[in-house]
C-alpha cells in the first residue's frame, strides 16, 4: 500500500525555525495535491498549506509569510518550512496527499500518523 511519514518535528523557542519532510512511498503511480495540516489540543484538525503537482500552493492566514511549502521534483517528498514560530503553532502536524495507485485509477487520500511540533515561549 502506502505510506507517509514525517519526520523533522521538535521543540523550539519562540522566534525559532523548523523544517518538516513527509516521504511517500509504496505502490505510487501518480500524487496530485500534497498538504500539511496541524491540530492542537483540543482543537479540529486544520489545513496549514498545500502544494499542487503543478506547484500551486495554498496557506492558512495564520501562516502566510512565515511557512513554505514545496515538493521535490521527483514529487514523493513535501516539504514545510516554518520560520518565525510561535507558542501558537505548536501542534501535531500531518502529511495528507492524494495517491493514484495505478493509471486510470482514482486517486486516495492517505495521512501520515503525525509529527509533534512544541513551540516554547
Known amino acids: 500500500q502506502v505510506q507517509l511519514v514525517e519526520s523533522g518535528g521538535g521543540l523550539v523557542q519562540a522566534g525559532g525555525s523548523l523544517r518538516l519532510s513527509c516521504a511517500a512511498s509504496g505502490t505510487i503511480f501518480n500524487i496530485n495535491l500534497m498538504a500539511w495540516y496541524r491540530q492542537a489540543p483540543g482543537k479540529q484538525r486544520e489545513l496549514v498549506a498545500s502544494?499542487?503537482?503543478?506547484?500551486?500552493?495554498n496557506y492558512a492566514d495564520s501562516v502566510k509569510g512565515r511557512f513554505t511549502v514545496s515538493r521535490d521534483s521527483a514529487q514523493k517528498w513535501v516539504y514545510l518550512q516554518m520560520n518565525s514560530l510561535n507558542p501558537e503553532d505548536t501542534a501535531v502536524y500531518y502529511c495528507?496527499?492524494?495517491?493514484?495507485?495505478?493509471?486510470?485509477?482514482?486517486?486516495?487520500?492517505?495521512w501520515g500518523r503525525g509529527t509533534q511540533v512544541t513551540v516554547s515561549s
Open positions: 502544494i499542487s503537482s503543478g506547484g500551486s500552493t
Open positions: 495528507n496527499a492524494d495517491i493514484q495507485h495505478s493509471f486510470g485509477l482514482a486517486y486516495k487520500n492517505y
